[in-house]
């Protein structure tokens, strides 16, 4: 079966910055697509950030581009988001997810796997 484990998030101030990291293990494909989606108390899994199996294509919400960064090592089944110029709305859990089983890629629906989550908050 495959696991995906997020890295410790924490509590930055604004604009610092601080990365996740998802660590997979099992039967996944190394190459596999991966994501991050946050979810804050009240409100819907967000879309994050998305990178295909070609690190050549990549999409960022409109609400953290230019801010984080997502990337991956294939053959060692991670991906990374760092997360810079931090603001108090970013303040979410956190979720990796691995295996897009269909093209659209903000649709939570359509991962296979998902990681438990880890908090990040955002203070002043």
């Known amino acids: 079966q495959v696991q995906l484990v997020e890295s410790e998030g924490g509590l930055v101030q604004t604009g610092g910055s601080l990365r996740l990291s998802c660590a997979a293990s099992?039967?996944?494909?190394?190459?596999?697509?991966r994501a991050w989606f946050r979810q804050a108390p009240g409100k819907e899994r967000e879309f994050v950030a998305f990178i295909a199996c070609s690190t050549d294509t990549i999409y960022y919400a409109d609400s953290v581009k230019g801010r984080f960064i997502i990337s991956k090592i294939n053959a060692e089944k991670v991906v990374y988001l760092e997360m810079n110029s931090l603001k108090p709305e970013d303040t979410a859990v956190y979720y990796c997810?691995?295996?897009?089983?269909?093209?659209?890629?903000?649709?939570?629906?359509?991962?296979?796997?998902w990681g438990q989550g880890t908090q990040v908050t955002v203070s002043s």
């Open positions: 997810a691995a295996q897009l089983r269909h093209n659209d890629y903000a649709d939570p629906a359509n991962y296979g796997y």
């Open positions: 099992g039967g996944i494909e190394v190459q596999s697509a």
